[in-house]
């Protein structure tokens, strides 16, 4: 099946620095990629959608100034959680869906996600 | 309110036992999908019913669902301590603005 890369796996850093998660499709074009935070013990709350060559729809309540997506290419999108604060600590997922999805057949990939802990 | 909720939302049973989850939901979808996470892990495709089938198997998984009641199950037969994560239903509605959106998830626990 299909592969999605999500690196790093887990970052600890300080108040106030950025912090960049990858995600890339490793053997299939992605088109659209979506950006998922989790809490412990709770469902995932979608952040955004990040479209490959144009700018992230961004879901209600998602500061896009404080989490910055590029989508560069087919295979790579990219969450920046900018001048993080312990509240950022969470557990971020990356899923990819297929160039060619159909409704009728789809599946989104996920990756494995990225635990970041602001101190 | 939430579109695809979950219940139970803990379930703790014993090895070789059969475990069903439920979800409902509230709009017209195009399809529902069931997913599996392990613990600090992401999310694994287990899955896939359209609106217009009615039951679904996969090894020792069955899925029913029923339009009429907006809701799903999730039946997993003869289960093992490894079965023990968390399992997520996800609609999918076609040109709608969150196109997939999750349930709160069951937590299962499989004791051996």
């Known amino acids: 099946g299909a592969v999605v890369s999500q690196h790093p796996s887990w970052v600890i850093c300080k108040s106030g620095t950025s912090v960049k998660i990858e995600c890339r499709s490793l053997?299939?074009?992605?088109?659209?990629m979506f950006w998922y935070r989790q809490f412990p013990k709770q469902s995932l709350m979608l952040m955004a959608t990040s479209n490959e060559g144009s700018k992230a729809t961004y879901e209600q309540g998602v500061e896009k100034d404080k989490f910055l997506i590029n989508h560069a290419s087919l295979t790579l999108s990219t969450l920046t959680v900018t001048s993080a604060h312990p509240e950022d600590s969470s557990f971020y997922i990356c899923?990819?869906?297929?160039?060619?999805?159909?409704?009728?057949?789809?599946?989104?990939?996920f990756g494995e996600g990225s635990r970041l802990t602001v101190l | 309110s939430q579109q695809g909720e979950e219940d139970p939302q803990a379930l703790s049973i014993q090895e070789g036992e059969n475990a069903t989850m439920n979800c409902s939901y509230k709009?017209?979808?195009?399809?529902l999908q069931w997913y599996r996470q392990n613990s600090g892990r992401g999310l694994v495709h287990l899955i896939l019913i359209r609106s217009n089938e009615r039951e679904k198997h996969s090894g020792r998984l069955r899925v029913t669902l029923d339009t009429s009641k907006k809701s799903s199950s999730l039946l997993i037969t003869a289960s093992r301590a490894a079965d023990t994560a968390s399992y997520f239903c996800?609609?999918?509605?076609?040109?709608?603005?969150?196109?997939?959106?999750f349930g709160p998830g069951t937590r299962l626990s499989v004791l051996p």
């Open positions: 709009t017209s979808i195009n399809n």
């Open positions: 053997d299939f074009q992605a088109t659209t």
């Open positions: 899923s990819a869906q297929l160039r060619d999805y159909s409704p009728n057949t789809g599946e989104l990939f």
């Open positions: 996800a609609t999918y509605r076609d040109n709608y603005g969150q196109n997939f959106v």
